[in-house]
């Protein structure tokens, strides 16, 4: 069927599904280049920031001094040449940017950075940070009256600090609805699998304890995030989680599923067989 007769839907699932193939493309040579960590966590969440810059949030390269955009915190800052790549895929700024990326003195630091790079909202990284600050901004959206929503996608791993189960306790209390967190739970953390270092489950069960809104999707499948995230807030007066069931190094079949990606950097003929399992995605 012609593109041009596609139901919209369709149509904005295949440019998302291309838009998270290209961010890890991008990903993998970034990191390559740079000879850095982290492939493995910017490839989970590749359709997150595919459907969210393409369908979900109020922000353009356009509009990103107005006071009412959207905000979106990447909490697990490590992950940032995914971000870095999704924003030069929409136009936030040069594609040619990406390939200085964590190298001395270059635009892109390895962790993400607000100073100089356009739609970088926090620099994070420091994890445990990203749900504090984005209550902070939805408080202050609240109280302002704006119409704006703050996004803040955590790690699995993260959630085992305990200043995000504050922040967690805070949202509920000041009915921060217009406040979403995402957690890619790709089940692997920097040195182990998640249920071996510190177990989360029944993780869902514990955000909507503390009061929050929770659904779960499969954090690969576009469709299904979009749908989910056009309901958003999910009930009226509670913030929303989404709880997205991703897996680490998803789109490179050695990298899947293995603990080893969290901080090996693809070189040689691995590098090549990444590239070629990518571009060979539909």
Known sequence: MPSSTMPPSIQTNAACRELARRIRIHAVRMTHLAGSSHVGSSLSLAELLAVLYRSILRITPETIDDPDRDRLILSKGHACAGLYAALAECGFFPVEWLDDFYHDGARLPGHATAEGIPGIEV?????????GIACGLALAGKRDGRPFRVFTVLSDGECDEGSIWEAVLFAPHHRLDNLVAIVDYN???????????????????????????TREVDGHDVGQIEETLRGLPFEPGKPSCLIAHTVKGKGVSFMENTVLWH????????YQRALEELEATV
């Open 123 to 131: 620099s994070s990284g420091s994890l445990g940070h990203g749900l």
């Open 187 to 213: 089940k692997i953390q920097s040195l182990d699998r998640v249920e071996d270092v510190l177990g989360l489950e029944p993780l869902a069960d514990k955000w909507r304890a503390f009061g929050w809104a």
């Open 263 to 270: 901080y090996r950097s693809p070189q040689g003929e691995e």
